[in-house]
Nanobody, 126 residues
Framework: QVQLVESGGGSVQAGGSLRLSCAASGYTYSSNCMGWFRQAPGKEREGVAAIYTGGDGSTTYADSVKGRFTISRDSARKTLYLQMNSLKPEDTAMYYC??????????????????WGQGTQVTVSS
């Protein structure tokens, strides 16, 4: 049974930083794809960033977070991270970790992710 457990959310002022973590268990981690998504009240879910869990760890980002957010992974711990810097009020949302069942092509947030965490709230005040 795949479990994804997020942590690290909270409240911060604009310009501040937060680091989200996602611990995966029961998941075929190697050579796969994991990502971060967010959903603000009244808005559709948005893909934030994705990372290939294989050798080169290639990453993709939404334009709205490029240069501010960094996705990374610790393969030994099967843990995914999202470092969020220069946070803005518009980054306020519930953030979800997600994992793909099987990667057949490029790793992006456009894929149909099979497994989801419970979410962690990020609130940025102005």
């Amino acid at each position: 049974q795949v479990q994804l457990v997020e942590s690290g959310g909270g409240s911060v002022q604009a310009g501040g930083s937060l680091r989200l973590s996602c611990a995966a268990s029961g998941y075929t981690y190697s050579s796969n794809c994991m990502g971060w998504f967010r959903q603000a009240p009244g808005k559709e879910r948005e893909g934030v960033a994705a990372i290939y869990t294989g050798g080169d760890g290639s990453t993709t980002y939404a334009d709205s977070v490029k240069g501010r957010f960094t996705i990374s992974r610790d393969s030994a711990r099967k843990t995914l991270y999202l470092q969020m810097n220069s946070l803005k009020p518009e980054d306020t949302a519930m953030y979800y970790c997600a994992a793909l069942g099987q990667l057949l092509g490029d790793c992006t947030t456009d894929l149909l992710f099979s497994f989801w965490g419970q979410g962690t709230q990020v609130t940025v005040s102005s």
